[in-house]
T-cell receptor, first 115, second 112 residues
């Protein structure tokens, strides 16, 4: 079990640029989640995949945000035309199928800073 | 919508003191409840969970009981150590494989 891996760990970019983050879930997990965490707050749900299907998106996920999981394995989260308010920690989590309450395992996150 | 409310921190304790972190929730139906912990410089880790009323989750000396009548899931530990210094998050899910709704987190600092 290598855990959930996120890359990069840190991303600094200028306002208006596009950024892409990658998440590699635990290999046998078919569910993958993206959350955003701002300083001093709890994580907020962004979107969720079961295999390659994106099943739910939060209203927080504006049209500048897009997430994919093309082969049901790794996932990418892209933010276009970044804004100051996008500065946050972006967390990925995965969980197994089967029983409804399999816990979610989190990666260490990608910290995004917008200059 | 669903929500989770935690007591605000920071909570500062001496080693071997008793720790309680209050958590209450608002949700329809029968959510599953979780406590996650975030140690300095590390990612979120599941600490314990409870999936139905009156269940008690426990791990590493921490306990929490799912109280449906008071919609609460308070976290307790009888004797804290310096290594318990972390941010603790209460969370719930409503359905199979569904999103977690988190509270705002409570920072705990244990002094030797």
């Amino acid at each position: 079990d290598t855990g959930v891996s996120q890359n990069p760990r840190h991303k600094i970019t200028k306002r208006g640029q596009n950024v892409t983050f990658r998440c590699d879930p635990i290999s046998e997990h078919n569910r993958l989640y993206w959350y955003r965490q701002t300083l001093g707050q709890g994580p907020e749900f962004l979107t969720y995949f079961q295999n390659e299907a994106q099943l739910e998106k939060s209203r927080l996920l504006s049209d500048r945000f897009s997430a994919e999981r093309p082969k049901g394995s790794f996932s990418t989260l892209e933010i276009q035309r970044t804004e100051q308010g996008d500065s946050a920690m972006y967390l990925c989590a995965s969980s197994g199928g089967g029983h409804s309450n399999q816990p979610q395992h989190f990666g260490d996150g990608t910290r995004l800073s917008i200059l | 919508g669903d929500s989770v409310t935690q007591m605000e921190g920071p909570v500062t304790l001496s080693e071997e003191a008793f720790l309680t972190i209050n958590c209450t929730y608002t949700a329809t139906g029968y959510p599953s409840l979780f406590w996650y912990v975030q140690y300095p410089g590390e990612g979120l880790q599941l600490l314990l969970k409870a999936t139905k009323a009156d269940d008690k989750g426990s791990n590493k000396g921490f306990e929490a009981t799912y109280r449906k009548e008071t919609t609460s899931f308070h976290l307790e530990k009888g004797s804290v150590q310096v290594s318990d210094s972390a941010v603790y998050f209460c969370a719930l899910t409503k359905a199979a494989g569904n999103k977690l709704t988190f509270g705002g987190g409570t920072r705990v600092l244990v002094k030797p």
